[in-house]
């Protein structure tokens, strides 16, 4: 069952004059593998850090650094939760995040999904339908 969805726009180029304009950003933000990559990486990840606040209804108890955006062996990107930031995904019941992220034309996006298992009884209600 989904549980939540986020998106988020970045604009690169003003990311870039950002992070230029306030380098303890990049610590504040990102992993310190992260902090490693390219500006326009980085506003890819910025973007998915935001669009998974907004799957998760707000940022109580979430951490800019405790999220962390690794690619899987086929290059699929995925998130890698640390912290109170992974405690507070559990105790909402998600177990799964989907992410997507791209970026083009000096702009970089990123969507998030956070599935939850089916609610409680639902597959109960379904029972009792094919009963009658």
Do not use: C, N
Not at 9 to 21: G, H, N
Not at 39 to 56: D, H, Q, T
Not at 85 to 111: F, K, N, Q
Request: glycine share 8%; aromatic share 6%.
């Amino acid at each position: 069952m989904i549980v939540g969805i986020g998106i988020d726009l970045v604009d690169i180029p003003r990311f870039e004059q950002t992070l230029a304009r306030t380098p303890r950003l990049r610590e504040r933000l990102f992993s310190p593998s992260e902090q490693l990559l390219k500006p326009r990486s980085l506003a890819a990840r910025y973007a998915a850090k935001e669009a998974l606040i907004k799957a998760l209804g707000g940022s109580d108890g979430v951490h800019w650094t405790e999220i962390e955006i690794t690619p899987e062996a086929s290059g699929r990107p995925w998130f890698t939760l640390t912290g109170s930031t992974a405690e507070v995904v559990a105790a909402r019941g998600i177990t799964t995040l989907h992410l997507s992220m791209s970026h083009d034309a000096g702009l970089a996006t990123a969507y998030v999904v956070a599935e939850a298992a089916g609610a409680p009884g639902a597959d109960t209600a379904h029972e009792e339908e094919e009963e009658a």
